[in-house]
């Protein structure tokens, strides 16, 4: 299946093993590239990532807190992608479909700078992103031209207020769809609750659905749940459609603590990443039900995997910490990424870090303007980052979201 130009990269990560001590692992973290090209005959070719020693511990929050802070990144590239650059450089590879493991699921490749020529590695690489590279040998598919589409977004956090327009003055408060809570669920997303002004408002939201929603007329035939319909409720009634578009607040609860009535602690993993949706500021408050049916208007992971979402070609999570998720060796992420792909999900668009309502509004329209014409979601993801970078040059706005999936 592969061109020339093109690789095949399994991630590895794995610890050193003596049998000399009775099957003994050593504590050191290791990781290697496995790699396939078209010219491969017998077995993959292994490219061991040397002085990994901080490679997840000081040096990723080394990448994190530039990329939050907006600083120059020198040294990363060096960290993460100098090995594979050097073997892609000497074998003329420019597409990568690379299957990430351990600490790979949480850097951006394509945000990485490369000091002594000033690209990005988005500018120089295409980077395809897959769960495993047995995707490769599924047929690749355009988005189905009798598209139909599901755009879910911009919900009322709090049910009991009657207007959830913004007002001028808390505009600046809506800057971002993150949460930065770290603590169990209900507990943890009581940190979300601002106790003047609830969850922020995302204006950005709403504009970003009207807009796509403009663009699909006459092609994916949209259907749109805004405001009160905006709730955890529609979202589980989605199935079968080409395209499921979410824009709301997302979260990652890292740290496992107990939840704040002290019932216990959070032992499933899919339980500490979801989706903030409509009436979820009166459960996170009182603990009560947003309605009958028992929802709390907070999509976790753990439903998100029950839903059915079989034949559906593209997920887009337009919120924040939508790729993140407890990382187990050798089987991925463990939060909505995976909890989509077992639903059903073809491809998923994702993001790894806090982003910006406005920039991450003008990254969706530049994507969908492409993808609406050409049905490619890898390339036209790409092209419109390198379009937003353009505007944007921190890869902080443009590159914290990634596609995984054929």
């Known amino acids: 299946m592969l061109k020339p130009g093109e690789a095949a990269v399994e991630v590895i990560r794995y610890r050193s093993y003596n049998p000399e001590k009775g099957g003994h692992f050593s504590s050191d973290v290791n990781y290697a590239f496995l790699i396939v090209t078209s010219a491969t005959t017998q077995q993959p070719h292994w490219i061991e990532q040397r002085n990994v020693k901080y490679i997840e511990e000081k040096y990723l929050n080394f990448y994190k807190n530039c990329i939050l802070f907006g600083q120059p990144d020198n040294h990363s590239i060096k960290n993460y992608f100098q090995k594979l650059d050097e073997y892609c450089k000497a074998n003329n590879i420019k597409r990568l479909y690379l299957s990430p493991d351990g600490v790979y699921h949480q850097i951006n490749l394509n945000t990485l700078l490369n000091p002594a020529t000033g690209r990005y590695v988005l500018d120089d690489y295409e980077i395809v992103h897959v769960t495993t590279t047995r995707e490769l040998l599924e047929q690749k598919q355009k988005l189905a031209a009798d598209q139909h589409a599901v755009l879910i977004g911009y919900p009322v956090f709090n049910m009991d207020k009657k207007d959830i327009h913004v007002p001028a003055t808390e505009v600046k408060r809506s800057l971002s769809r993150g949460s930065g809570v770290s603590r169990g669920l209900r507990g943890g997303l009581q940190r979300f609750v601002d106790p003047s002004f609830g969850i922020s408002i995302l204006p950005g939201t709403n504009v ?199």
């Open 208 to 406: 970003e659905l009207q807009r796509i929603s403009a663009l699909m007329k006459g092609s994916a035939n949209p259907e749109v749940y805004r405001e009160t319909a905006a709730s955890e409720d529609a979202t589980k009634r989605v199935l079968h459609h080409t395209i499921l578009h979410i824009a709301t607040h997302g979260y990652f609860l890292e740290d496992e603590v107990r939840q704040d009535e002290g019932t216990g602690f959070i032992t499933n993993p899919l339980l500490k990443s979801g989706l903030i949706l409509a009436g979820a500021e009166n459960f996170i408050r009182t603990g009560t039900p947003v309605d009958t049916a028992g929802n709390d208007g907070v999509l976790t992971a753990y439903e998100a995997m029950n839903m059915n979402l079989e034949g559906t070609q593209l997920v887009v999570l337009s919120a924040c910490e939508t790729g993140l998720g407890v990382v187990k060796n050798g089987e991925g992420v463990y939060g909505l990424q995976r909890a989509f792909k077992l639903s059903g999900a073809k491809s998923i668009v994702m993001s790894l870090w806090n982003v910006d309502d406005e920039a991450t509004q003008d990254l969706m329209i530049l994507f969908y303007t492409d993808v609406l014409k050409t049905g490619d979601a890898q390339a036209s993801l790409l092209t419109a980052q390198r379009k937003l970078k353009n505007k944007y040059p921190l890869p902080s706005h443009w590159g914290a979201f990634v596609l995984t999936g054929i």
